[in-house]
């Protein structure tokens, strides 16, 4: 069992950045892939980035590869997302995901794995 907390939401101007953070208790964070989803208004979830375990992979979606950088710190549980260049179309609840099967990964999406965080709200103004 994995209880993600996220941290970091905000509002940021267009061409802006902003960094999230997703602290992991539990077991063996060190042994799941992590990722990040978000949800804007009316809007299905969709897959962001993911990282594998070892942090040796990593997984973008096509909306976000060059600007959003996902990383991760096993020494302290923690998965990040940087993200770079925003754009209104950015603006969305950001969930951290925890338990993704990476073998079922594409170039640009990831399924979504089983442990949840509760979102943090990412607003750009343009």
């Known amino acids: 069992q994995v209880q993600l907390v996220e941290s970091g939401g905000g509002l940021v101007q267009a061409g802006g950045s902003l960094g999230l953070s997703c602290a992991a208790s539990?077991?063996?964070?060190?042994?799941?892939?992590m990722g990040w989803f978000r949800q804007a208004p009316e809007k299905e979830r969709e897959f962001v980035a993911a990282i594998r375990s070892s942090g040796g992979t990593t997984y973008y979606a096509d909306s976000v590869k060059g600007r959003f950088t996902i990383s991760r710190d096993n020494a302290k549980n923690t998965v990040y997302l940087q993200m770079n260049n925003l754009k209104p179309e950015d603006t969305a609840v950001y969930y951290c995901n925890g338990g993704i099967p990476s073998y079922q990964c594409s170039a640009y999406n990831c399924p979504a794995g089983e442990y949840w965080g509760q979102g943090t709200q990412v607003t750009v103004s343009s």
């Open positions: 539990g077991r063996s964070f060190s042994s799941y892939n």
